[in-house]
């Protein structure tokens, strides 16, 4: 069998039409979301679809929990139409949580309750996100450094060589943004995201992930796990759990993650959601071999 990864993402826009569509004739991807409500005690798909079908707020308290929920259910429709296991998995930001629960690190429901606790939390914290494209990471370090005061803007995502996410206050935020791209940055694009996260000043908020997980059991991975803050492959559950929890306050490193999967000769990319937000950073790169997961198992 051909070595492949399986990656799972973490600020997927759902394709709302389509999980509606898989909702009513899947009954794996039913019992998922119905487990999940359980555990939250309100009807998840009902709260996904009616909020963002009415756009009723730009920030969705249900996104996150609902793009868990749907990598789990599809992978586990992956698992029973397929059964093929990946050579490593990890996750981009919030896909760390599915990948640990796909690995079996992680319960599903330890991790909808870890989520909802996180997207609670991240809430408190407001400010800005800028996507800069083909600029280089050391000028905009440069920039965070000498615009922000006190880590209030620091780079939170490195997603390829051309595509780099900046977080932080609101203000500070913008005047980086406008740096960039009257210093050559091709575009610049402002995030719909009000909260943030994978940065410094989201240290506090740690604190409280720390305690909140201190109870959730984590166990041994089934299958190698990438930690994308780290890029580092982790084995230890007690390990696992640290970097869970301090991902909140660090750079999601996901172009070197990719990279150091393919040096470990894995070329072959599968990414468990129902759009390629992941392999669509590395498009014109040519990195690595991405399989569609919703042509396979005919997700139409």
Not at 25 to 38: C, G, L, M, P
Not at 232 to 250: D, S, T
Not at 261 to 290: D, V
Request: with cysteine.
């Amino acid at each position: 069998m051909i070595p492949f990864a399986m990656i799972f993402p973490g600020q997927d826009k759902q394709n709302i039409k389509l999980l509606e569509k898989l909702y009513k004739k899947n009954k794996i991807i039913q019992d998922t979301f119905k487990k999940a409500s359980e555990y939250l005690k309100y009807n998840l798909f009902k709260s996904i679809t009616q909020k963002i079908l009415n756009k009723k707020s730009q920030k969705n308290d249900f996104l996150q929990l609902g793009i868990l929920t749907t990598s789990y259910a599809i992978y586990k429709l992956w698992k029973f139409h397929i059964g093929l296991n990946p050579k490593i998995m990890t996750g981009h930001s919030l896909g760390q949580y599915s990948a640990l629960v796909c690995s079996k690190v992680l319960k599903f429901s330890d991790a909808i309750q870890m989520v909802a606790y996180r997207t609670k939390i991240m809430q408190k914290k407001k400010g800005s996100m800028y996507a800069i494209f083909g600029l280089k990471k050391s000028i905009i370090e440069k920039f965070c450094k000498k615009y922000s005061k006190t880590n209030l803007v620091s780079i939170a995502c490195i997603n390829s060589t051309n595509q780099i996410v900046i977080t932080g206050n609101t203000k500070y935020s913008k005047k980086i943004s406008k740096k960039c791209k009257n210093n050559g940055a091709k575009r610049v694009i402002k995030l719909n995201n009000t909260t943030i996260s994978h940065c410094p000043s989201m240290k506090n908020l740690k604190k409280k992930l720390s305690f909140k997980f201190k109870k959730i059991n984590f166990y041994s991975p089934q299958t190698l796990i990438i930690d994308s803050t780290k890029v580092k492959i982790l084995k230890n559950p007690v390990k696992i759990k640290n970097c869970l929890i301090n991902q909140l306050c660090k750079t999601v490193k996901w172009n070197d993650t990719v990279n150091f999967i393919i040096q470990k000769k894995i070329t072959n990319f599968l990414e468990i959601g129902l759009k390629n937000t992941l392999t669509q950073f590395h498009k014109n790169e040519e990195k690595y071999i991405s399989f569609d997961i919703k042509k396979i198992l005919n997700l139409k």
